[in-house]
């Protein structure tokens, strides 16, 4: 491929997870003549990194393809990701579509652009999930003020609802010793937050070196990154209730550079229903953390994650989670309305949902969640905080995170671009949800 013809555009679905790669990916492109550019313009390649955790990640998919191809009609489209893995076939079968690479071929994609040509006939290259048990390395900079550094891959836990092993294959890890690395890589280009990512984070140390015990743990993993001089912060994106050990919650608890926002998976507050999906905890110890998180950290940012209409969620077994959501202490929802997977033991359950009965569920969580997130705003009113600010001029607003999660913006100023600035909460913007503030300390 000619030089002038190496101009390759990228779009990423889904996780954090899925946003490290893609960058690996594009370093990797970028490392071999390739020249990156926005998948809003003309490319001669589109690659697109997919999710398939909903329905809607999938067509999501066949949108980005036409969104391609009216770049240029005649550009090559990748498609690689989870979606790729799982359905291979089915993604073959959109129009413009050129190439699919599965979970063990994604990494290895500068192979098969060296002699491309646009065919009537998809390439497809995927494998057995059971034969992909490798760890590629992975972390995101350059785009954003935060890092996302994946430290693990793959899970082998059995959630009745979750294509994810599926599509990611078991559990392992990077070494801890390539992880410090690529953390002194990101801090070496001036970022000032690291996002740690993964399938099942908690999970870290199993799988390294290929060993399927632990070589080492999450904590110690942590414990190690706390060293690194560079490090102004260290956020964990999502980890199981099972996994974030007392602690793993105390090192956070005093730690100057792990900052206090959890994102802990709950599914479902019914008993009964946890039983069902296969998860490893029940309400209780799920209570248990959240309230050993709060009492070593009052202003601690905690999301969750939901599922409703789930087979057997019947309106009592659903009421069970709204109560026992609105009484805990957390900060807001991620909500997801269930939807039948291929492959995937819930599909075989009795009690199927109506869609229109999982849709209006789906939204008194989200009118929770909106009510949980403005209540723990106002609880943090007058708090000063410290804002890593973003590299964005958004309609005159410069914006950023507290170290707890909290969305600020102020009136945009260049220099406070990627600094983390010492702020004061002053007045919720409930238009947008964050917290205005003109108050800049040292």
């Known amino acids: 491929m000619n030089a002038e013809n190496k101009k390759v555009g990228f779009h990423t679905l889904g996780c954090k997870l899925?946003?490290?790669?893609?960058?690996?990916?594009?370093?990797?492109?970028?490392?071999?003549?390739?020249?990156?550019?926005?998948?809003?313009?003309?490319?001669?390649?589109?690659?697109?990194?997919?999710?398939?955790?909903?329905?809607?990640?999938?067509?999501?998919?066949?949108?980005?393809v036409r969104k391609a191809l009216k770049q240029n009609e005649n550009a090559f489209v990748v498609v690689v990701g989870c979606y790729a893995q799982l359905k291979p076939e089915e993604i073959s079968k959109i129009e413009g579509v050129?190439?699919?690479?599965?979970?063990?071929?994604?990494?290895?994609?500068?192979?098969?652009?060296?002699?491309?040509?646009?065919?009537?006939?998809?390439?497809?290259?995927?494998?057995?999930?059971?034969?992909?048990?490798?760890?590629?390395?992975?972390?995101?900079v350059g785009d954003r003020t935060r890092a996302f550094l994946k430290v693990q891959d793959g899970c082998d836990y059995v959630c009745t609802y979750c294509t994810i092993p599926l599509a990611r294959g078991i559990s392992r890890s990077d070494s801890l010793e390539n992880v410090v690395k690529n953390a002194k890589n990101i801090l070496a280009k001036d970022i000032k937050e690291i996002v740690l990512t993964g399938v099942n984070v908690g999970d870290y140390g199993k799988g390294e070196f290929g060993n399927k015990k632990h070589e080492h743990t999450f904590l110690e993993l942590l414990q190690n990154l706390e060293l690194l001089e560079d490090l102004k912060r260290l956020r964990i994106?999502?980890?199981?209730?099972?996994?974030?050990?007392?602690?793993?919650?105390?090192?956070?608890?005093?730690?100057?550079?792990?900052?206090?926002?959890?994102?802990?998976?709950?599914?479902?507050?019914?008993?009964?229903?946890?039983?069902?999906?296969?998860?490893?905890?029940?309400?209780?110890l799920y209570k248990n953390k959240?309230?050993?998180?709060?009492?070593?950290?009052?202003?601690?940012c905690i999301g969750v994650d939901v599922i409703v209409g789930f087979p057997g969620e019947t309106e009592e077994e659903f009421i069970k989670t709204y109560n026992f959501i609105k009484e805990l202490p957390i900060s807001y929802l991620h909500v997801f309305t269930y939807s039948e997977r291929d492959n995937?033991?819930?599909?075989?359950?009795?009690?199927?949902i109506a869609i229109k009965e999982r849709k209006e569920r789906n939204k008194r969580l989200t009118i929770l969640s909106q009510k949980k997130q403005f209540e723990?705003?106002?609880?943090?009113?007058?708090?000063?905080?410290?804002?890593?600010?973003?590299?964005?001029?958004?309609?005159?607003?410069?914006?950023?995170?507290?170290?707890?999660?909290?969305?600020?913006?102020?009136?945009?100023?260049?220099?406070?671009?990627?600094?983390?600035?010492?702020?004061?909460?002053?007045?919720?913007?409930?238009?947008?949800?964050?917290?205005?503030?003109?108050?800049?300390?040292?």
Not at 344 to 352: F, I, K, R, W, Y
């Open 376 to 442: 723990f705003y106002e609880s943090q009113k007058n708090n000063s905080y410290s804002v890593l600010f973003e590299n964005e001029n958004k309609n005159g607003f410069i914006y950023g995170f507290t170290e707890n999660y909290i969305r600020v913006k102020m009136p945009w100023q260049k220099d406070k671009e990627n600094t983390i600035v010492k702020i004061k909460l002053a007045e919720i913007d409930t238009s947008e949800m964050v917290y205005l503030t003109d108050f800049v300390g040292c």
């Open 98 to 140: 050129s190439l699919v690479l599965g979970a063990a071929e994604k990494f290895n994609i500068v192979k098969y652009l060296l002699n491309i040509e646009k065919q009537d006939t998809c390439q497809m290259h995927s494998c057995e999930i059971e034969e992909v048990n490798q760890f590629v390395g992975s972390y995101s």
């Open 344 to 352: 995937t033991e819930a599909t075989l359950l009795d009690g199927v």
């Open 237 to 284: 994106s999502s980890i199981e209730p099972n996994l974030i050990t007392s602690n793993i919650i105390e090192l956070v608890a005093r730690s100057q550079k792990l900052v206090p926002h959890f994102h802990i998976p709950l599914q479902s507050g019914s008993d009964v229903l946890l039983k069902k999906m296969k998860r490893r905890y029940l309400t209780e």
């Open 290 to 300: 959240i309230t050993l998180i709060k009492s070593l950290m009052p202003n601690a």
């Open 18 to 64: 899925n946003f490290a790669e893609t960058a690996y990916i594009a370093r990797n492109l970028t490392e071999n003549g390739y020249q990156k550019v926005p998948f809003s313009s003309f490319a001669n390649i589109y690659i697109i990194n997919t999710c398939s955790v909903t329905e809607n990640a999938d067509r999501e998919c066949k949108t980005l």
